[in-house]
């Protein structure tokens, strides 16, 4: 079994939807959780990152963290063809030297 | 001003070659890694250094040597290239949790 399990889609909706990516994990000592965005042939980008449990919103992305059932999300609202991408979801045991463990990636097209 | 670069951006050699990629960071982190992204999107860590100082060494065959001449700057040579070692290569660094990444080298064996 794999540390992180991410549905590799791809997904693929209409724009304006809303979108719902995930990620379940095993190891329950992981506390630092973020979520990258990448483009084809371009290296991930930081999109969300969030400590321990709860929700973290930054304009129409909203990361939410449930450490008791070991699932994290990604909720993009008014999804845009511009969000089309390859979605990472990532977690560390600790903060600066730890290792990044990375899902399998998502892949999301949004259609115009 | 690019916080993370790699180069070269594209690398296409023979096996048994010897190859490196170098990388900077300009944002003054401490921790600097090297991932590798196969096929499939599949992002796995090979190293961590931090401050020059090698801290994390994954599964990866000894024909991978790292070196950080200092905390900005982290390179991979790779020795004796084989087909399997095709892959995009990721510098990344960090400085409290979350990493950065660049923009990837591209390498191909044939």
């Known amino acids: 079994q794999k540390e992180v399990e991410q549905d590799p889609g791809p997904l693929s909706v209409p724009e304006g939807a809303i979108v719902s990516l995930n990620c379940t994990y095993s190891?329950?000592?992981?506390?630092?959780f973020m979520w990258y965005r990448q483009y084809s042939r371009k290296g991930p980008e930081l999109l969300m990152y969030?400590?321990?449990?709860g929700n973290k919103e930054d304009g129409r992305f909203t990361a939410q963290v449930d450490k008791s059932s070991k699932y994290i999300s990604l909720f993009i609202r008014d999804s845009q063809p511009s969000d089309s991408a390859t979605y990472l979801c990532?977690?560390?045991?600790?903060?600066?030297?730890?290792?990044?463990?990375f899902g399998q990636g998502t892949t999301l097209q949004v259609k115009p | 001003d690019t916080a993370v670069s790699q180069t070269p951006k594209y690398l296409v050699t023979q096996m048994g070659n010897d190859k490196s990629i170098k990388c900077e960071q300009n944002?003054?982190?401490?921790?600097m890694y090297w991932y590798k992204q196969d096929s499939k999107k599949f992002l796995k860590i090979m190293f961590s250094?931090?401050?020059?100082?090698?801290?994390i060494n994954e599964t990866v065959p000894n024909r991978f040597s790292p070196k950080s001449p200092d905390k900005a700057h982290l390179n991979l040579h790779i020795n004796s290239l084989e087909l399997g070692d095709s892959a995009v290569y990721f510098c990344?660094?960090?400085?409290?949790?979350?990493?950065?990444f660049g923009q990837g080298t591209r390498l191909t064996v044939v």
């Open positions: 990344a660094s960090s400085q409290g949790g979350e990493a950065f």
């Open positions: 190891n329950s000592a992981f506390q630092y």
């Open positions: 969030t400590y321990s449990s």
């Open positions: 990532a977690m560390s045991l600790r903060s600066n030297t730890g290792k990044l463990i």
């Open positions: 944002l003054g982190h401490d921790t």
């Open positions: 250094y931090n401050n020059k100082e090698l801290i």
